[in-house]
Structure formats: structure tokens, C-alpha cells
């Protein structure tokens, strides 16, 4: 039991260093998208994804851990949480320590993470937004202008006779 304690605290301790690893990809991410550095960007969400992988890796470790612990205490529910896993450990406050203080990092390392995460989609949307803008004012610069026509033509030598009763004056 001691040494799954000791597996799940070190596999949340390396997903607190995974976020941190993609919290410092996630501000170059950030400089690039401001520079509009395409190139250093597409190497980025390269290096991101590698990283993503690994966590996702991690998290199956974590949450397959957090099972074993709570069948090995008695506890046969699917899907338990860190805070279930805490509570079923209510006789072992060290270990108990230990887990919440785990939790606590890796919380924190997702909140920054997605504190990033935000600024930059925020930022790629105004740069989408210009683009747009870009892209439509260029367009408009290139479509050729339609000469205004107008809406009735005037006859050609005949003067507009309101009155008239639209027969032919033959008298003239």
C-alpha cells in the first residue's frame, strides 16, 4: 500500500512538472503569436503535443493508481478521486499530507496553465480577426468596380412630358 502511496505521489509530482514544462512552452507560444512567428510557433505546438502526450500517459497512471488504492482499502467504487483517496486514508494523516499537498501543485500548475492557455487563445482570435479584416479590405481593393448605372434611362431627344397621354403627337 505504502509503495502504490509513494507511485501516485511521484506520478502527480512528474504531471506538475509536465505543466510546468508546457506552461513555459505556452509563453514562448504566447511571444511567437505576437511576433507572428508562424515558424516558431508550428515547432511549438510540435514540442506542446509531445508533452500532452506524456501527460496523458500520466493522468492514465493516476487515475489507475487512485483505483488500486481505494480496492486495496475496501473501497470498490470506479472513478475515485484524490479527495476519496484522502478520505479513505483517514488513519494515515501523514500520508494524507502528502497526497493533498500533491494535489494542491498539480492544481496549481493546471490553473496557470490554463491562465496562459486563455491569454493566448485570446490572442490568436484578435489575430484571426485581423486577418479577416486584412483579407476583406484587400479583397475589396481588388474587385473591380461596377460602373453605376442609373435606374431609368432617359429617352434620347424626347422631352418628359408629364401631362401627355402617351400617344404619339404627330402635329410636331
Known sequence: MAGMLDQLVGVMKEQSERHTELYGLSLEEKDAIIQNDVETLQNLVNLKNIVISQNSRLEKQRISLVNDIGEVMGDKRKDLSLADVIDILKDQPAEQERL??????????????????????????????????????????????????????????????????????TTS
Open 100 to 169: 493533498r499537498e500533491a494535489g494542491l501543485k498539480l492544481k496549481e500548475s493546471v490553473g496557470q496553465l490554463k491562465e496562459i492557455n486563455d491569454i493566448n487563445k485570446s490572442l490568436l482570435e484578435s489575430s484571426l480577426e485581423f486577418v479577416e479584416y486584412s483579407l476583406n479590405a484587400l479583397r475589396s481593393t481588388l474587385e473591380p468596380e461596377m460602373p453605376e448605372y442609373p435606374t431609368r434611362i432617359p429617352s434620347a431627344g424626347v422631352a418628359d412630358n408629364a401631362g401627355a397621354s402617351g400617344t404619339f403627337d
